[in-house]
T-cell receptor, first 114, second 117 residues
């Protein structure tokens, strides 16, 4: 079945440095790739997404890249701040199908050191 | 916009009792709602997909008679955990999608923490 792998499982970076989280997916028909941030005791919040017709998308300090050929995509957070500390999940799905569901990666616990 | 609420936010119950969790889309109509379960330090696992007015589709390994899902309106879905046991203790999260298929954005609720004693 569909699978999304995510690395690393934990990541600690100095405040102000960049953080990179990488994911690979197995379903070549996947065309929608959202990223979620989950804070302790809360539901996931969409922070950025990318569709397969583009290779990169940026929103302020957050950017996502997609390599369809290699079936992997990455989240880049620049100038990290303490409030960036959370668990981040990548996901993949087939947009355009009424039966589509989102497959989540295993999550990355990001800690920002002051 | 696109706010999803859940009620209750947390619940503690005795083993053998049933618990109902509500998921509401507050400012949009959700044709599809999803229910996830998340154990500590793990990812979200999809339990079932429910479309308004039809039976829910359960993922493999999820007991449909134990986790009853009702999607009676375009803004409300309920998950009932029947005869709950300690192993059902988990964080239950719902999400809602406004339109089928495209775009595929799902909006997540804040979650409900269930503790079964």
């Amino acid at each position: 079945g569909e699978n999304v792998e995510q690395h690393p499982s934990t990541l600690s970076v100095q405040e102000g440095d960049s953080a990179v989280i990488k994911c690979t997916y197995s379903d070549s028909a996947s065309n929608y790739f959202p990223w979620y941030k989950q804070e302790l005791g809360k539901g996931p919040q969409l922070i950025i997404d990318i569709r397969s017709n583009v290779g990169e998308k940026k929103d302020q300090r957050i950017a996502v890249t997609l390599n369809k050929t290699a079936k992997h995509f990455s989240l880049h957070i620049t100038e990290t701040q303490p409030e960036d500390s959370a668990v981040y999940f990548c996901a993949a799905s087939r947009e355009g199908s009424s039966a589509s569901k989102i497959i989540f990666g295993s999550g990355t616990r990001l800690s920002i050191r002051p | 916009g696109a706010v999803v609420s859940q009620h209750p936010s947390w619940v503690i119950c005795k083993s053998g009792t049933s618990v109902k969790i509500e998921c509401r889309s507050l400012d949009f109509q959700a044709t599809t709602m999803f229910w996830y379960r998340q154990f500590p330090k793990q990812s979200l696992m999809l339990m079932a997909t429910s479309n308004e007015g039809s039976k829910a589709t359960y993922e493999q390994g999820v007991e449909k008679d134990k986790f009853l899902i009702n999607h009676a309106s375009l803004t409300l879905s309920t998950l009932t955990v029947t005869s709950a046991h300690p192993e059902d203790s988990s964080f239950y999260i719902c999400s809602a999608r406004a339109r089928p298929g495209l775009p595929n954005e799902q909006f997540f609720g804040p979650g409900t923490r269930l503790t079964v004693l």
